[in-house]
């Protein structure tokens, strides 16, 4: 489940986790566990939310973030 940062058009930008990236079809995306960057709750949404569906329109672009899972499992390689 990866991590991403949603960039909305006029709006503060979004953290959570996706099922799966958008496809180029999609017209929505559904976060699970919204919250903003830093970790807190969303303003305008209930404490209890777990998942929200935004209009992919309204997206500038997707930060996916990276778990460091990668780098665990490759390590360091010295030639």
């Given at each position: ?31 699970q566990?919204p919250r ?14 777990t998942a929200?569906?935004?209009p992919?329109?309204?997206?500038m ?6 778990s460091?899972a ?10």
């Open positions: 489940m990866p991590t991403v940062l949603l960039h909305f058009q006029n709006d503060d930008p979004v953290m959570g986790e996706l099922d799966e990236l958008p496809k180029p079809t999609d017209s929505l995306i559904i976060v566990n903003r960057r830093d970790g807190k709750d969303l303003p305008n949404m209930e404490p209890n939310v929200v569906m935004y992919v329109a309204r997206l672009y997707v930060e996916i973030i990276s460091g990668e780098e665990e499992i490759i390590g360091f390689v010295r030639e």
